[in-house]
């Protein structure tokens, strides 16, 4: 496994903002946020301490699946602006000293997308093999999820996801039926190239990249390991990374093992948690079954828990080795639009110190907006496809003016969240102990703090069954730190390893002597 092309620079200090556009700021009062109401807010991400952002779809769309159903790749969705509007935000960016990557979406399109309506004729053509499509409209399509009466073609056609999103065709690893096509075999080289000359569009009109959604899905019926889906991966890559090396990838794989053979600069751990059995940032954050409600709870960063940190690592330290081996980075983030926000399940504190935790790990963090000033999740009706996630994707908290300085509209996107003791930008940046406060010291620290890059060297000082104190330094010789959190309600003690000062902390940590003592729900960094 190894990497065919270095991670840009950048990508070593930066700190992502994930932006979900519809929702952050509306500029001309139609009720929908939009792209110059997002170059309106830079300065503020910027002042919070973030470098970077990470946006969601901002493509034109039916918005069948909130954007992630593009039907123009290359056209940025009417209520978000024009391409120019995109094209000023990465300017403004760049002015910043920030970069912007785009969300891209490679494994479906909309059914209203040009290349599919081409593909539905029943007559041959440029785009009858874009997608995948059945012999005849009888055959089952081998165990995939399939349309069936929807186009005059006489074929059946694959989903991805949303009946929405034909899924487009970059092969079968191993093609059994006669309208399997195989993986990098003509047609889906096709469907790859015409992928890399959405990148190269983009890329060439100031964009710093992409968050790849769905990366290991383009193959189907890929073996274990995602090899077809590797490979095909390469092939875009060998034709991209070369004309843009300060191009960075980040996936939405989870499995950075694989995500890194592939050619990716980091990789996501996602939340999963299926049948009940939860993955390592599950367990740090969202360990329960209804993850609205607190519940039986058993997630690290619960107090009532008890829970400790070993099942975590025990997932984490071999896909982090997997990406250090090549350079690469394993990203956590505070939530994003897939997942149910933290608030109000768990309570301030024990979000400060998680938070304090995800900023001092390896990798590049990733900040959802909103989650600085500890907006909710609120149970409401789906909206463009999000199901449950809808509670997660309201309008962004600014002030204490009708619907929260998001809009000037009556009717918003989504609900503004009408509760009085809602958090607002203003509120929490104007209290000395909020959240927001935290975070923003802790980000200036970690930009200060050359132990805190993505890639400096990570090793775990103490973790042990049935202990809630986790303690680890980064870096390396006198500029190493010493992080420690205790998420439980006892206190506990770790040997200082060197370090002589608090430089930050949340709670109760000092020094006596050659040990330092953590009160219960605290967290430090040690120099």
């Known amino acids: 496994m190894a990497q065919n092309y270095p991670t840009p620079a950048w990508m070593d200090t930066a700190v992502f903002y994930e932006v979900y556009p519809q929702s952050f700021q509306d500029s001309n009062g139609d009720g929908i946020g939009d792209l110059p109401g997002l170059i309106s807010r830079l300065d503020y991400i910027r002042s919070l301490g973030a470098n970077a952002l990470w946006i969601n779809p901002c493509f034109d769309s039916p918005f069948k699946d909130a954007g992630y159903d593009v039907r123009d790749y290359r056209k940025v969705a009417p209520r978000y602006g024009t391409n120019d509007d995109l094209i000023a935000l990465f300017d403004a960016a760049h002015a910043r000293g920030m970069h912007v990557i ?10 209203e997308h040009e290349w599919f309506t081409a593909s539905k004729r029943p007559e041959r053509g440029e785009f009858s093999d874009r997608y995948i499509w059945t012999s005849t409209w009888l055959d089952n399509a081998d165990g995939l999820p399939f349309i069936a009466g929807e186009a005059e073609r006489e074929a059946t056609y694959i989903l991805n996801f949303f009946k929405s999103q034909p899924a487009l065709n970059y092969g079968f690893a191993h093609p059994k039926l006669p309208w399997q096509k195989p993986a990098l075999g003509e047609e889906a080289r096709a469907t790859a190239d015409a992928m890399v000359e959405i990148m190269r569009f983009w890329l060439s009109r100031g964009a710093d990249g992409f968050r790849v959604d769905m990366a290991d899905s383009l193959v189907k019926h890929d073996d274990e390991g995602k090899p077809a889906t590797i490979q095909t991966w390469n092939y875009m890559f060998d034709q991209i990374r070369p004309e843009f090396p300060n191009a960075a990838w980040v996936s939405e794989w989870g499995r950075p093992a694989q995500s890194m053979a592939a050619g990716f600069d980091a990789d996501f751990y996602l939340d999963w948690r299926w049948g009940g059995n939860p ?5 740090l954050l969202r360990n329960t079954d209804d993850s609205a409600v607190r519940g039986v709870d058993w997630s690290y960063f619960n107090a009532d828990s008890g829970a400790d940190i070993t099942g975590f690592l025990g997932e984490y330290l071999p896909s982090l080795a997997a990406v250090q081996a090549v350079g690469g980075s394993f990203s956590l983030i505070t939530c994003n639009h897939d997942t149910l926000r933290l608030a109000p399940r768990l309570t301030e504190r024990e979000r400060a110190l998680a938070f304090g935790f995800l900023l001092t790990m390896p990798g590049a963090p990733f900040i959802y907006y909103g989650d600085e000033i500890g907006m909710r999740y609120r149970r409401l009706p789906t909206k463009e496809g999000g199901y449950s996630r809808t509670g997660s994707r309201t309008p962004m908290q600014w002030d204490s003016s009708p619907q929260a300085g998001f809009t000037t509209s009556s009717e918003p996107y989504l609900p503004v969240d009408p509760d009085a003791s809602a958090p607002t930008v203003v509120s929490e940046m104007a209290r000395p102990d909020s959240l927001w406060n935290q ?15 993505t890639t400096s060297a990570f090793d775990v000082v103490l973790a042990e069954r049935g202990n809630t104190l986790f303690a680890f330094t980064r870096g390396e010789d006198e500029g190493r730190r010493l992080v420690v959190v205790n998420p439980g309600r006892e206190p506990h003690d770790v ?16 020094l006596d002597g050659d040990r330092v003592v953590v009160g219960p729900q605290s967290f430090a960094v040690l120099a």
């Open 495 to 510: 040997g200082a390893h060197g370090t002589t000062q608090v430089e930050y902390a949340i709670g109760s940590v000092s």
């Open 439 to 453: 975070l923003a010291t802790l980000l200036k620290l970690r930009a200060e703090t050359p132990a805190f890059t």
């Open 279 to 283: 993955n390592g940032y599950n367990m």
């Open 102 to 111: 785009l969300d891209l979406v490679p494994g479906h399109t909309s059914e």
